[in-house]
């Protein structure tokens, strides 16, 4: 049983930057490939990054590529989602998540957090 915590969201201004942490417990971290997924009110939880278990491999939704980075310690159980350039459609609660393969399907995931939010004004 993994357990996970997210952190680090808050309300922002457009074009700022955030950073979420996922500190993960519980469970071999170095053994699941972790993804961070997001959802705004009245929509589908969406996919938005992923990164395998050793962390040479990450993937993105196309509407964050080239803003936002995945990364991993596994030394401290933790996966981060660096965020810049920050835009008011990122508004959503965003979760981190522990699967057994690398997937961007939310469907693949076994393990949610509790969600932090991300509001972005304009």
């Known amino acids: 049983q993994v357990q996970l915590v997210e952190s680090g969201g808050g309300a922002v201004q457009a074009g700022a930057s955030l950073r979420l942490s996922c500190a993960a417990s519980?469970?071999?971290?170095?053994?699941?490939?972790m993804g961070w997924f997001r959802q705004a009110p009245g929509k589908v939880r969406e996919f938005v990054a992923t990164?395998?278990?050793?962390?040479?491999?990450?993937n993105y939704a196309d509407s964050v590529k080239a803003r936002f980075t995945i990364s991993r310690d596994n030394a401290k159980n933790t996966v981060y989602l660096q965020m810049n350039s920050l835009k008011p459609e990122d508004t959503a609660v965003y979760y981190c998540?522990?699967?057994?393969?690398?997937?961007?399907?939310?469907?693949?995931?076994?393990?949610w957090g509790q969600g932090t939010q991300v509001t972005v004004s304009s």
């Open positions: 519980g469970g071999t971290f170095s053994s699941y490939a």
């Open positions: 998540a522990a699967s057994y393969w690398y997937s961007t399907s939310r469907t693949d995931y076994k393990y």
């Open positions: 990164i395998s278990a050793t962390g040479g491999t990450t």
